[in-house]
């Protein structure tokens, strides 16, 4: 079963957090690698394209782990258009060290769990703040007798088989003799 899908005003805060965290977290990782932030016309060019990716994945929640892929996968996309663009020129090959990928993995993981815990946090405080004005209403609970009554229910059933309930108060018997 695959998650609902989000309203667009909620996908397009989705997109904006995710492409931009993506890319912030690229220039980070270039400007610590080389002490120097890529050109403004690398930037300029790499926002659209992050936005954009953002918003196709921004559709509905997602997992961890798919979050952590999503966001090495963009890293290595932006990694690469960098190098093209000539703004990453301290590298003598396209691959990085392994130092880097350790780094660029940990560095994934750590943004996915925010992303995943801030999404969870923001979705609370929203149904709160959403009850509290009146926007949505409270969460119903059903009853045990509600949940797990028969098709036929009545309620002098129920009110029989709560007066007739078999104790389980005590230790059990070690016999039946």
């Known amino acids: 079963m695959s998650p609902a899908r989000s309203?667009?005003?909620v996908r397009l805060g989705r997109a904006a957090a995710l492409g931009s965290a993506?890319?912030?977290?690229?220039?980070?990782?270039?400007?610590a690698a080389q002490s120097t932030l890529p050109a403004p016309f690398e930037i300029g060019l790499l926002l659209?394209?992050?936005?954009?990716?953002?918003y196709a994945a921004g559709d509905r929640r997602r997992s961890m782990p798919w979050l952590t892929a999503y966001v090495l996968a963009v890293q290595v996309l932006f990694h690469v258009l960098l190098i093209a663009t000539g703004s990453h020129l301290t590298h003598e090959s396209w691959l990085p060290a392994?130092?880097?990928?350790?780094?660029h993995l940990l560095a994934a993981l750590a943004l996915a769990w925010v992303i995943t815990q801030g999404e969870s946090t923001l979705?609370?405080?929203?149904?709160y703040l959403g009850q509290v004005i009146g926007l949505t209403p409270p969460v119903a609970t059903a009853s045990f007798e509600q949940l797990c009554s028969p098709a036929d229910h009545k309620p002098q059933h129920t009110e029989h088989a709560a007066t007739h309930a078999i104790s389980r108060r005590g230790p059990p018997l070690l016999s039946a003799n």
């Open 7 to 9: 309203p667009g005003f």
């Open 22 to 31: 993506t890319l912030l977290l690229t220039l980070t990782a270039h400007t």
């Open 48 to 54: 659209p394209l992050a936005l954009a990716l953002g």
């Open 98 to 103: 392994p130092n880097m990928l350790v780094c």
């Open 123 to 127: 979705a609370r405080w929203a149904g």
